[in-house]
């Protein structure tokens, strides 16, 4: 199973978008997907995750009503609305998947998940 993340770009304070990632390979529905971000000198921060069924979220404080994670299975993709944006948003936004942990406690779980993404960076000029 392979993690790709797209959508990433250059945008304004106060714009949005959408970042995806797709699931490809023996996909299998029952993941647990989510979305983790890392901004230049600080280290990788749990953003916000989303259970197999895409019936529970979480979210970090920092993006919590603002961000908006939800996934298709059909598709087998996983989207992060990003609205609001914030200079402090910049970084290189990772998806992840696993199988074992759940999404509510990827905040702490990080090292223990199975699959990562390569990345897309978004920018928010100021």
């Known amino acids: 199973v392979q993690l790709q993340a797209s959508g990433g770009g250059l945008v304004q304070a106060g714009d949005s978008l959408r970042i995806s990632c797709a699931v490809s390979g023996r996909t299998r529905a029952s993941y647990d997907i989510g979305w983790f971000r890392q901004a230049p000198g600080k280290e990788r921060e749990f953003v916000t995750a989303i259970d197999w069924s895409g019936s529970r979220t979480y979210y970090s404080d920092s993006v919590k009503g603002r961000f908006t994670i939800s996934r298709d299975n059909a598709r087998n993709t996983v989207y992060l609305q990003m609205s609001s944006l914030k200079p402090e948003d910049t970084a290189v936004y990772y998806c992840?998947?696993?199988?074992?942990?759940?999404?509510?406690?990827?905040?702490?779980?990080?090292?223990?998940?199975?699959?990562w993404g390569q990345g897309t960076l978004v920018t928010v000029s100021s």
């Open positions: 992840a998947a696993d199988s074992r942990y759940s999404a509510r406690d990827w905040d702490v779980r990080e090292k223990y998940l199975e699959l």
